[in-house]
């Protein structure tokens, strides 16, 4: 695709459920993030892949929060018995490893999670 | 880890003013140093971006400044227009490792 995707782009759930969010980067792009953007916040990092490897984690707030990525493509982010507090917009960011200094990194229009 | 502290978190400028935000680091092994602006409803979008080995980078009317030393890197915008009015965050990052952002600066260019 052109750029990157997300989905689904709005998701309300009920506290306890699980849900999963998919994101669709650009095509080539070797890294992958992902970010919460909580209302009228900054963006905070969750993790990182490279490839389907994801050498930095430390964003993730909970054992509640899992992500995996396969086929260095398509990643998901899953999050088990939601609270609340999850409620967040989801951004997946990709960038192509160019072994340059600068790797830009191309958001997604992100996930509106509503969890009641 | 690395932090990254963004000022002013609001920014009222009139149309063809200039506006600055500043922002510094914590880490100095930190090497990007991008910019985004964030639309209301929209995903951030880089404008602009800096690496540490340069010390200014412009673009049109938009340009950003690195001060190694001191950690902290500057956006300046100029000739203002409303069309600029959105939140812009400034990042820290290594290479192609996670960004480290800002909290972010509300701008509002009014007419």
């Known amino acids: 695709g052109a750029g990157v995707s997300q989905s689904p782009s709005n998701k309300v759930t009920e506290k306890g459920k699980d849900v999963e969010l998919r994101c669709d980067p650009i095509s080539g792009h070797t890294a992958l993030y992902w970010y919460r953007q909580s209302l009228g916040q900054g963006l905070e990092f969750l993790i990182y892949f490279q490839g389907n490897s994801a050498p930095d984690k430390s964003g993730l707030p909970s054992d509640r929060f899992s992500a995996e990525r396969t086929g260095g493509s398509v990643s998901t982010l899953t999050i088990q018995r939601t609270q609340q507090e999850d409620s967040a917009v989801y951004l997946c960011?990709?960038?192509?490893?160019?072994?340059?200094?600068?790797?830009?990194?191309?958001f997604g229009p992100g996930t509106r999670l509503t969890v009641l | 880890g690395e932090n990254v502290e963004q000022h002013p978190s609001t920014l009222s400028v009139q149309e063809g003013d200039s506006a600055v935000i500043k922002c510094t680091y914590s880490d100095s092994a930190s090497n990007y140093f991008p910019w985004y602006k964030q639309e209301l409803g929209k995903r951030p979008q880089l404008i602009i971006d800096i690496r540490s080995n340069v010390g200014e980078k412009k673009d049109q009317r938009i340009a950003v400044t690195l001060n190694k030393t001191a950690k902290h890197f500057s956006l300046h915008i100029t000739e203002t227009q409303p069309e600029d009015s959105a939140v812009y965050f400034c990042a820290a990052g290594k290479g192609f490792q996670k960004l480290v952002f800002g909290t972010g600066t509300r701008l509002l260019v009014s007419p």
């Open positions: 960011a990709s960038s192509l490893l160019s072994g340059r200094m600068d790797n830009e990194q191309f």
